[in-house]
């Protein structure tokens, strides 16, 4: 049945209503059962000198690494992440990056969407990629995608380190076609191999030119270029 209690002292003649038993009694307190999508275990990690705290189930839900590990059984059944005193400790990987990929899977705020620079995109692309969250990675590389479109260096960078395969020949072939030589910077991310690839081809671009003489002419515009990059670029680089 229910009660009705009146505040009388608030000044608004403002009216509190308990509908049902009282929510703190002991005989209520006795049927509680726990909620199957909202009563949420946490977890503790350790990442350099920085603890995080956060609920555990996006971790069991998106990440095929942190499934298994969860079902490991635990020395003396303690396992690691319970408390702050004894957190689950992950190594090489930096505060900043860990804080990065928490953003992406517990946004601050439901009405704004977490805004991430490309550095740090590419911080949640890595774990992702180490910790085998296939639908975080996915998001990170769609975004990538949108950011670093007029960045063929990075592309390629990102495209090597993380299979990012459809942005291989792309990148390539902005980097063959465009008017500017390889900076030192772009050559030291690259490598020398593949410096000397591009070099290459950029060289062969010019010379299947259609022009009258084989000198060197600044003028010329590489994309102009009469070579089948595709099937030449495939070749060299092994891409299938």
Same mark, same amino acid.
């Given at each position: +049945? ?8 608030? =000044?608004?003649?403002a009216?509190?209503f308990?509908? =049902?038993?009282?929510?703190? %009694?002991?005989?209520? +307190? ?5 909620d199957?999508l ?10 350099? #000198?920085?603890l ?6 996006q971790?069991?839900k ?6 298994e ?11 690691d =992440? ?13 505060? *900043?990056? $860990?804080?990065q ?7 601050r705020?439901?009405? @704004?969407k ?10 949640v692309?890595?774990?992702?990629? +180490?910790?085998? $969250? ?11 995608? &949108?950011?670093?479109?007029? #960045?063929?260096?990075?592309?390629? @960078? ?6 990012? *395969?459809?942005? @291989?020949?792309?990148?390539l072939?902005?980097? @063959? ?13 690259l490598? +020398?191999d593949?410096v000397?690839k ?5 060289e062969?671009?010019?010379l299947? %030119?259609?022009r009258?003489d084989?000198?060197?002419?600044? &003028? ?14 495939s070749?060299e680089f =092994?891409?299938?």
């Amino acid at each position: +049945m229910s009660t009705q209690h009146n505040n009388r002292n608030s =000044g608004a003649g403002a009216q509190w209503f308990f509908l =049902g038993p009282n929510p703190l %009694s002991s005989s209520s +307190m006795a049927t509680n059962r726990n909620d199957p999508l909202y009563y949420i275990d946490l977890i503790t990690f350790q990442v350099e #000198d920085c603890l995080f705290r956060v609920p555990r189930s996006q971790f069991e839900k998106e990440s095929e690494y942190f499934q298994e590990l969860f079902t490991v059984p635990a020395p003396n059944n303690k396992p690691d =992440g319970l408390s702050d005193e004894q957190p689950l400790v992950l190594k090489g990987v930096e505060s *900043d990056s $860990f804080r990065q990929l928490l953003r992406v899977l517990y946004p601050r705020d439901f009405k @704004v969407k977490e805004i991430l620079t490309v550095g740090q995109w590419a911080c949640v692309l890595a774990l992702s990629d +180490m910790y085998r $969250f296939p639908r975080v990675r996915a998001l990170a590389i769609q975004q990538l995608d &949108k950011m670093i479109k007029k #960045d063929p260096t990075r592309r390629l @960078v990102l495209a090597r380190q993380f299979e990012i *395969d459809p942005w @291989v020949l792309p990148a390539l072939k902005s980097l @063959v076609c465009r008017e500017e030589s390889l900076t030192a910077e772009e050559g030291h991310r690259l490598g +020398m191999d593949t410096v000397i690839k591009i070099a290459n081809f950029r060289e062969r671009c010019y010379l299947s %030119s259609d022009r009258y003489d084989y000198k060197w002419d600044l &003028k010329k515009v590489r994309g102009e270029a009469t070579l089948d990059l595709t099937e030449e670029l495939s070749k060299e680089f =092994g891409i299938a």
